[in-house]
């Protein structure tokens, strides 16, 4: 399972219409999208898919804004994806964030930064079960 991570483009790139330029940089970057959807993501949701920060100060801020307007939820593939994914978006503060980073490029603060990466194999399996069922996990070969 470690060739699997999850993605999500967050509100803040689709209401700034960067989410083809970060669909182009996912593919350009050498990930195959093994399945993707438009979404508008519930606060119930959120507070679901964020749970490992219920209590931090910014929770609420954070489940209101990912339920704000649509985002993409993504499954991805690569050889070490976890890892590669993560380098490919940045450092969580865009401020810190390498140039050449999704989140440089892209992101407007620390909490609107525009794409999410799961932190683990563990959590990629558990993002992407949240949000895709086996029957949308396509093989990508
Ligand atoms: P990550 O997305 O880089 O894994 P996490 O620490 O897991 O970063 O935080 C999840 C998300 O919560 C961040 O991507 C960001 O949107 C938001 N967030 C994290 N820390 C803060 C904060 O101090 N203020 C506001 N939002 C934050
Ligand atoms: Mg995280």
Same mark, same amino acid.
């Given at each position: 399972?470690?060739?699997?991570?999850?993605?999500?483009?967050?509100?803040?790139?689709?209401?700034?219409?960067?989410?083809?330029?970060?669909?182009?940089?996912?593919?350009?970057?050498?990930?195959? =999208?093994?399945?993707? %959807?438009? &979404?508008?993501? +519930?606060?119930?949701?959120?507070?679901?898919?964020?749970? #490992?920060? @219920?209590?931090?100060?910014?929770?609420?801020?954070?489940?209101?804004?990912?339920?704000?307007?649509?985002?993409?939820?993504?499954?991805?593939?690569?050889?070490?994806?976890? =890892?590669?994914?993560? %380098?490919? &978006?940045?450092? +969580?503060?865009?401020?810190?964030?390498?140039?050449?980073? #999704?989140? @440089?490029?892209?992101?407007?603060?620390?909490?609107?930064?525009?794409?999410?990466?799961?932190?683990?194999?563990?959590?990629?399996?558990?993002?992407?079960?949240?949000?895709?069922?086996?029957?949308?996990?396509?093989?990508?070969?």
């Amino acid at each position: 399972m470690n060739n699997r991570t999850f993605a999500i483009i967050k509100p803040d790139a689709v209401r700034n219409n960067y989410d083809g330029k970060i669909i182009d940089q996912i593919l350009r970057s050498g990930f195959k =999208v093994i399945s993707a %959807k438009k &979404i508008r993501m +519930t606060k119930q949701q959120a507070e679901g898919f964020y749970a #490992i920060h @219920k209590g931090k100060p910014f929770y609420q801020e954070l489940t209101e804004f990912m339920s704000s307007g649509p985002s993409w939820v993504l499954a991805l593939e690569k050889e070490n994806a976890v =890892v590669e994914w993560r %380098k490919t &978006i940045g450092a +969580t503060n865009p401020a810190e964030a390498d140039d050449g980073t #999704i989140r @440089k490029l892209y992101a407007i603060s620390l909490g609107e930064n525009a794409v999410h990466g799961s932190d683990s194999d563990e959590n990629a399996q558990i993002e992407i079960a949240f949000f895709f069922s086996e029957a949308e996990l396509i093989a990508s070969q």
